[in-house]
């Protein structure tokens, strides 16, 4: 057996030591009234010896030195008796605990408040201030896109509650928005679910209410309770600020719009995020159209004065404004109709929806005289084809996706699955004869949906695939939920791994993927062509804008549904003549011929250029360029429910205007199951 360690005179004194100082307070107080006597007693005896000038005896250096030491301990400095010099410590020491008391109570005071301010936990007494509840992936955006619409505007404040740190969320908004400007950043830490902790942030003095979607497994059913604790505190009248909410299962919708009140609206996120990634594969570059829209840094949808249009028909506002596209009509009763056809009556006390800077640059200004009509393009657009489309990986979003993409894929079109695990559900039965690429689609045929599993989890699996038969590819991420990794991990090796294909094919690939992440955009390997679907970015956006204006949710709701209007690039010579010179006037005209609104184009000799890739949306009437095949022209048009025939003459209707589909009256209060937009 090794010997046993001695333990030093130093190391068993140390340990003595600690044991007394745990025993009690009072022991505490004892060593250190002995540490200050044995440090100051003799240093005060030794400066009293060592003085030329102090007394000669004894009695008078003992009585020096104990005046120096009571000094010292501001104890007294009384002299005289025995009893005298014991009462004037005893005043000295009675002194010294009732300072020290009140100075630890200050001090325990002051610590306690700043610990409760560090905690958020303090009332914020603001008025018109906007309220966002919860912490997602989304808030980074929302809070950074109102900062940037309150820039131009009254200074206000944005309070953020969440069941975080409130050190750790400042710091990550300063990291990710930087300095607010003249918006202040107010964050308060609690369950938003509770309505004691939800009175602190005084919802019922906010302008505007915003209940992020959370990411976790129950987190719509903690969306739910936080909208029943959000009424709880407001009350149920309908006196309370606007209330904008996203879950994200659509079992959730029903009971969180009746939660949210007549002045709430519910967002459904997968079914926005389905519908844009469906919108994107036919339209490549749809989604840099999308995300300038939708942020705050350059045009975005304002309401403008329609005074001077009153009476006359939606046709001549188009060409009534310079600065600013109108796309459409917001009725007197509160009715939003998107792309209304041109020959619509503008009513008394409508107003317009226009893509403008801002609501100071829509003044109206005639601008019929810089179109053009000999280099307007004739005849209708060309009739969508048959396709064949690739999704890889599969995600929640899945079914949605699929039930988008059926819709609006062509007749004949063939949609291939390729997934790492067994889709749930049941599949179509296979036809007797599978369509090649090069085959005529039938009639009226409807998609075709095909399952099929590999792994795809290995680089190999993905640069083994065939993509010469098809058209375009959709690229999903697993869900959160479904392993350590972080969902957007596989979305960029299977990017990387397309990309490789490209090389070695020369041919370009079509490529919509769907990212969690913003910061992993700029990681993507994709072409000009592809498109890049940030889901909680996109959601983020959407509701930073219908925070600032109520009345653009039923726009929205119509461009992201599956009916109504959308947004399309189409090829430029479909509306003006190739090579021709054109005001972008002219382009306007020619679509408003067509039963569509123009809202700006995309270069095809930029497409490859950061940041914008070619994408100009809102430019003046007055803009000339020339226009060649290859450019697109940004349109919102009204999807069609059959081919596309010419009806009659040319009207202010639009002599190409397909069949709208049917949509909803002020009058109507029918369901909304195909809206990811609710309304109460």
Known sequence: MTGR???SLRDRARYLFDRTLARSTGTLMGWLVITCLAVVVPVSAVLVWTDPGSPRSLSGRLTAAWRTSAETLRLGAMTGTPLRMMLSALLGLVALLCVSTLVGVITTSLAERMAELSRGRSTVLERGHVVVLGWSDQVTTVVSELVAAHAAHRPRAIVLLADRDKTEMERALAARIGPGGRTRLICRSGPASDPAVLALVSPGAASTVLVLPSGEPAGDAEILRTLLALRA?????????????????????APARLAAGPRGTVLETDTVTARLIAQCVGRPGLSLVLRDLLDFAGDEFHLADATAFTGGPFGATLLGHADSCVVGLLGPLGHTSLNPPADTVVAPGSRLIVLARDDRTTRPADCRHLVDPSVIAEGPPPAEAAARLLVLGWNRRGPLLLGQLRRTAGPGSVLDVITDRAVPGPREPEPDHTPEPGDPPAADAAPL?????????????????????????????PDPADGPDHPD???????LALRLLEERTGRELRVVSELTDDRNRPLAAVNPGSDVVVSGELTGLLMAQIAQNR???????????AEGSTICLRPAGTYIRPGSEATFASVVAAARDRGECAIGYRRHDLRAAAPGHGVRLNPHKGERREWSAEDQVVVIATDPIG???????????????????PGRTDTETGDTAGSPLAHP
Request: aromatic letters at 6%.
């Open 5 to 7: 360690r001695s333990n």
């Open 233 to 253: 505190v407001i009350g149920e009248g309908t006196g309370g600020p606007p209330v904008l909410a996203a879950v994200h299962d659509d079992r959730y919708r």
């Open 449 to 477: 949906v095909r399952f099929r599993t590999a792994a795809l989890s290995r680089p190999e699996t993905l640069l083994g695939l065939d993509l010469a038969p098809y058209d375009g590819l959709v690229v999903l991420g």
């Open 489 to 495: 991990d596989w979305t960029l090796v299977a990017l």
């Open 551 to 561: 009345h653009l949710a039923a726009v929205f709701d119509e461009l992201f549904s």
């Open 643 to 661: 081919p596309t025939e010419p009806a009659g003459p040319p009207d202010p209707g639009g002599k190409h205007r397909p069949e709208r589909r």
